[in-house]
């Protein structure tokens, strides 16, 4: 676990926040998606300020460190009505070693606002998804040797073809990911149609449902733990993926309708094991989806967080 810096701006401006409402007992407020640097800026404005009125539910989805420990230790006994959540069980064991002492599982929602009519099997090309931007963790630099070894096989244009979601924006990684996503231009239409504005939901969700098979190569290290709403999202659609073995999204996956990925270094084999078996992949998928759809819901996530 790496160490962390304190983000004490969050802590102040969330606890003036909480202040300036002036919550009653019964009300909840939801801290969502907060990291390390977050939390610990958080917990030091709460273990020096009076009991907050409201239950807090705190969701921790990203990995913990060992300066957690003692945060958490901090707030004991403080008088505020703290709940802590993350959202998959990996995670909630790591904060319990860090001395979280009782923390919840939250369900994942999809948020998909409608289902995609019955997919067809004979349809081709299959089309090979990329969504959710161009990261490094996210393997999207991997892309442009994919498409060329599957062109360099002749499945790419013809058996296949790839709809990319090329959006990233100003970080360390740009100049990387500028050049996959040149690498990726060069190809006709036919092999790659690439998406270079982010799309609003609406927007998103149609290039989801235009997916065939979705390509998630994360970092194993970086997602051993955490969580993929994309995943949710596939998984909901019935849309089989590739995912990196050793991960949550590995042990999420309904096995036999989607390929787990050994390494990166092996992208184009699992690939090409996936189209290969797409029809198996996709039928075991669309069995699987209905679990998901019932389930990972905001509904769901609510009654959770008021039970």
């Given at each position: 676990?790496?160490?962390?810096?304190?983000?004490?701006?969050?802590g102040r401006?969330?606890l003036?926040?909480?202040?300036k409402?002036?919550?009653?007992?019964?009300?909840?407020?939801?801290?969502?998606?907060?990291?390390?640097?977050?939390?610990?800026?958080?917990?030091?404005?709460?273990?020096s300020?009076?009991?907050v009125?409201a239950?807090?539910?705190?969701?921790?989805?990203?990995?913990?460190?060992?300066?957690?420990r003692?945060?958490f230790?901090?707030?004991?006994?403080?008088?505020?009505?703290?709940?802590?959540?993350?959202?998959?069980?990996p995670?909630?064991?790591?904060?319990?070693?860090?001395?979280?002492?009782a923390?919840?599982?939250?369900?994942?929602?999809?948020?998909?606002?409608?289902l995609?009519?019955?997919?067809?099997t004979?349809?081709h090309?299959?089309?090979?998804g990329y969504?959710?931007?161009?990261?490094?963790?996210?393997?999207?630099?991997?892309?442009p040797?994919?498409?060329?070894?599957?062109?360099?096989?002749?499945?790419?244009?013809?058996k296949?073809?790839?709809?990319?979601?090329?959006?990233?924006?100003?970080?360390?990684?740009?100049?990387?990911?500028?050049?996959?996503?040149?690498?990726?231009?060069?190809?006709?239409?036919?092999c790659?149609a690439?998406?270079?504005?982010?799309p609003d939901?609406?927007?998103f969700?149609?290039?989801?449902?235009?997916?065939?098979?979705?390509?998630?190569?994360?970092?194993?290290?970086?997602?051993?733990r955490?969580?993929?709403g994309?995943?949710?999202?596939?998984?909901?659609?019935?849309i089989?993926?590739?995912v990196?073995?050793?991960?949550w999204?590995?042990?999420?996956?309904?096995?036999?309708?989607h390929?787990?990925?050994?390494?990166?270094?092996?992208?184009?084999?699992?690939?090409?094991?996936?189209?290969?078996?797409?029809?198996?992949?996709?039928?075991?998928?669309?069995?699987?989806?209905?679990?998901?759809?019932?389930?990972?819901t905001?509904?769901?996530?609510?009654?959770?967080?008021?039970?």
């Amino acid at each position: 676990m790496l160490p962390s810096v304190t983000d004490p701006g969050f802590g102040r401006e969330l606890l003036q926040m909480l202040v300036k409402q002036q919550f009653q007992p019964g009300d909840h407020v939801l801290i969502h998606t907060v990291g390390a640097s977050e939390f610990l800026g958080l917990a030091k404005m709460l273990a020096s300020h009076p009991p907050v009125t409201a239950t807090l539910h705190v969701v921790l989805r990203y990995d913990g460190v060992a300066e957690e420990r003692d945060a958490f230790r901090s707030l004991e006994g403080t008088g505020h009505l703290l709940r802590y959540w993350t959202d998959t069980e990996p995670l909630a064991a790591q904060y319990r070693e860090l001395g979280c002492r009782a923390i919840g599982v939250l369900p994942i929602p999809h948020g998909l606002t409608a289902l995609p009519p019955p997919r067809s099997t004979s349809r081709h090309p299959l089309t090979i998804g990329y969504l959710g931007g161009a990261r490094g963790d996210k393997g999207f630099h991997l892309l442009p040797d994919l498409v060329d070894q599957l062109v360099g096989d002749g499945l790419v244009p013809g058996k296949a073809r790839f709809l990319i979601q090329a959006t990233f924006g100003l970080s360390r990684e740009e100049g990387l990911m500028e050049a996959a996503r040149c690498r990726l231009a060069r190809h006709s239409r036919d092999c790659v149609a690439l998406i270079e504005t982010p799309p609003d939901s609406e927007g998103f969700q149609r290039a989801l449902m235009a997916t065939d098979l979705l390509l998630l190569p994360y970092d194993r290290e970086v997602y051993q733990r955490r969580s993929s709403g994309l995943l949710v999202q596939a998984m909901a659609l019935g849309i089989p993926t590739v995912v990196p073995n050793g991960t949550w999204l590995a042990s999420a996956a309904p096995e036999n309708a989607h390929v787990r990925l050994e390494s990166r270094a092996l992208l184009s084999e699992a690939v090409r094991l996936a189209i290969a078996t797409i029809p198996s992949l996709r039928a075991t998928a669309l069995i699987a989806a209905c679990d998901v759809c019932w389930t990972q819901t905001a509904d769901n996530l609510l009654a959770m967080l008021l039970d």
